[in-house]
């Protein structure tokens, strides 16, 4: 297949690096038309009874103009406060049968405008692949994780199954929803309990084990907005299911940690803020989450002035 990776960070440059090893052409497109390929190493996890993982050297063209619309997939791995500017400029130099894929944490990249602008298929993806990358050539996939996909639009329902297969030959395991919408809030929820609160406090995942009652309270406010959505679940579902990635990324710094910590712009609106748009919609008081979005973009524009 002719795939084009829109965004060439680490999670990028992983799928990148495996869908190349598997066979398809692929490039890479990046904001700044850089003509050179994107070259790069790619570390696999280790296994248990090795020190390091398998490194592999890829070579990826990028940003040709006749690539991206004979493309058959452009796969989005841009965060999604990137998506809109970089995906709708290219919309009509791509195919109309060229399936589209969002692979971001949060939600709400796309207005419902820009949504009704898309007529090629468009699919969403959630995956907790972990990827780094260490040096401006090297990334590291730091963990296996799963990836989840879903149609956004009925042309994208089409070509569920066909994209499906592909991104899981590579990358194993994706599986294939209906409906993507309860997978997103249930990793929407997770991310805004877990990134604000280690952003704020510079503080690895696992630092938030201690914290039941603050977790509990957002936990709350967020399964009554999923509620209100349509999304049956109780607080204590979601605190379990928190308690566990905070379990299994005990080590981890998050990815809001991260953007705040190098003083770049974090996806708060797109986690907690896009909670909170879909609370004031539904005249839901949200107060917790309310307060570690005001902290963080106090942060952010203290950044910003510096
Ligand atoms: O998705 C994550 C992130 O950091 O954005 C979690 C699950 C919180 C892991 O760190």
């Not at 904001?31 to 790069?40: G, K, L, Q, T």
């Not at 280790?46 to 997939?73: F, I, K, T």
């Not at 209100?228 to 605190?239: F, K, N, P, R, T």
């Not at 770049?264 to 797109?270: G, H, L, P, Q, V």
Request: charged fraction near 15%; aromatic fraction near 4%.
């Amino acid at each position: 297949m002719k795939i084009t990776v829109l965004g060439c960070g680490a999670v990028g440059q992983l799928w990148l690096g495996y869908l190349q090893a598997k066979g398809h052409t692929v490039q890479g497109w990046q904001r700044i038309a850089e003509a050179a390929p994107v070259h790069f190493t790619l570390q696999q996890p280790s296994e248990p009874d090795s020190a390091s993982g398998q490194q592999r050297q890829y070579q990826v063209p990028c940003n040709d103009p006749h690539h991206l619309a004979s493309s058959d997939c452009l796969l989005v791995t841009l965060k999604a406060g990137a998506v809109a500017p970089a995906l709708l400029p290219l919309l009509d130099k791509l195919s109309a049968s060229c399936a589209i894929v969002l692979l971001h944490n949060g939600m709400g990249s796309l207005s419902e405008p820009q949504l009704a602008q898309i007529q090629q298929p468009l699919l969403q993806g959630i995956t907790s692949h972990g990827a780094l990358r260490y040096a401006p050539h090297s990334v590291r996939h730091t963990g296996y994780g799963e990836t989840h996909l879903g149609a956004l639009n009925a042309a994208g329902q089409t070509r569920l199954d066909a994209i499906t297969d592909v991104l899981n030959a590579a990358l194993p395991p994706v599986t294939a929803h209906t409906d993507i919408r309860p997978r997103l809030w249930h990793k929407l929820a997770v991310n805004c309990a877990i990134n604000p609160l280690t952003a704020l406090q510079q503080c690895r995942n696992g630092a938030l084990l201690s914290q039941q009652a603050e977790l509990q309270a957002l936990c709350g406010e967020t399964a009554a907005v999923m509620n209100a959505e349509g999304i049956a679940v109780s607080a204590e579902q979601l605190l379990v299911g928190v308690n566990q990635v905070i379990q299994a990324t005990a080590e981890n710094f998050s990815s809001m940690h991260q953007d705040i910590t190098l003083q770049r712009a974090s996806e708060i609106d797109y986690i907690t803020g896009y909670l909170i748009r879909r609370a004031q919609a539904h005249g839901l008081a949200v107060p917790h989450h309310q307060a570690l979005y005001a902290a963080i973009k106090q942060l952010e524009s203290a950044h910003a002035k510096r």
